[in-house]
């Protein structure tokens, strides 16, 4: 069992950056699949980025290329999200989540991912 929990959310404006964290509990945490998620009002959960166990291996949905980077600390059971060049359409509430799924493309999806934390608001203002 992994309690995941995120935080680093706030307001910034269009071109700032943020970095989201992700405080993982459990033993098990180094050998899961990474991802975060976001969900805009009015709108379905989307994938934003995956890590393997690793730390090498990554996967990011198209709109937040070469603007974000995941990134994962194994020793402090911490995963991040740096995001960088923020655009108002960022603004969502972002979700860490776990899976005990080996890393692969199919990890984009929500449903593979078993853990999830409570989420943190990111808004991006014009």
């Known amino acids: 069992q992994v309690k995941l929990v995120e935080s680093g959310g706030g307001l910034v404006q269009t071109g700032g950056s943020l970095r989201l964290s992700c405080a993982a509990s459990?033993?098990?945490?180094?050998?899961?699949?990474m991802g975060w998620f976001r969900q805009a009002p009015g709108k379905e959960r989307e994938f934003v980025a995956a890590?393997?166990?690793?730390?090498?291996?990554?996967l990011y949905t198209d709109s937040v290329k070469g603007r974000f980077t995941i990134s994962r600390d194994n020793a402090k059971n911490l995963v991040y999200l740096q995001m960088n060049n923020l655009k108002p359409e960022d603004t969502a509430v972002y979700f860490c989540?776990?899976?005990?799924?080996?890393?692969?493309?199919?990890?984009?999806?929500?449903?593979?991912?078993?853990?999830w934390g409570q989420g943190t608001q990111v808004t991006v203002s014009s």
């Open positions: 459990g033993r098990t945490f180094s050998s899961y699949t």
């Open positions: 890590i393997d166990w690793t730390n090498v291996n990554t």
């Open positions: 989540a776990g899976a005990t799924a080996p890393f692969s493309p199919a990890r984009s999806m929500a449903v593979s991912y078993q853990f």
